[in-house]
């Protein structure tokens, strides 16, 4: 099990059709707080956070490390992209790569989140070419399930988190995006 802060990070800012994955920068600060402020954002995530709470805690730029990419369309980011080995926040992902995903819910609608995804994927198939990549969501999140089934992932298990029915899909090493 290769470790994702093995990997050279930065990576070169990955293009695709209609934007840019990047590594966080300062000016993303508020963008990001709206993400996670926003009750669309967070319904299905246990809740939007107090952006109280977020102005406090989150420093004058978002982290940067291996695996988190800022979408950014036209110079502003739009969401987000993650590539996180489990920590243990979510049991049935622990030790294994985890695709995450955020986008303020005005790009939503628009592919934006395939599209992202799909880069983010690609550039980790290159990166670690043996790594299979899981995803958890709610089953009531029927945007997210769709996504994760074009992504080519496949049901590993369902079970209960957060009051709710959860979701969990591996995406093998070999498979690629529809």
């Not at 819910?105 to 995804?117: I, K, N, Q």
Request: contains cysteine; neutral net charge; proline residues 8%.
């Amino acid at each position: 099990m290769t470790e994702l802060g093995a990997i050279a990070w930065p990576p070169a800012p990955i293009k695709t059709e209609r934007f840019v994955l990047r590594e966080p920068e300062p000016r993303d600060r508020a963008a990001l707080i709206d993400l996670l402020a926003s009750p669309e954002v967070g319904r299905y995530l246990g809740g939007p956070r107090s952006r109280g709470q977020l102005e406090r805690e989150m420093p004058g730029s978002p982290a940067r490390r291996p695996g988190r990419f800022m979408v950014d369309r036209d110079e502003a980011m739009i969401g987000q992209v993650t590539l996180y080995r489990g920590t243990g926040h979510l049991r049935q992902a622990a030790g294994r790569v985890e695709l995450g995903y955020l986008f303020l819910p005005e790009a939503w609608g628009h592919g934006y989140a395939a599209e992202a995804c799909v880069a983010a994927l690609d550039w980790f198939a290159t990166a670690l070419p043996d790594e299979p990549v899981v995803l958890a969501t709610q089953t009531a999140n029927t945007r997210s399930m769709r996504l994760a089934s074009r992504l080519g992932f496949h049901e590993e298990e369902r079970y209960e988190a957060y009051g709710a029915e959860q979701w969990l899909g591996v995406r093998p090493s070999a498979a690629r995006p529809v």
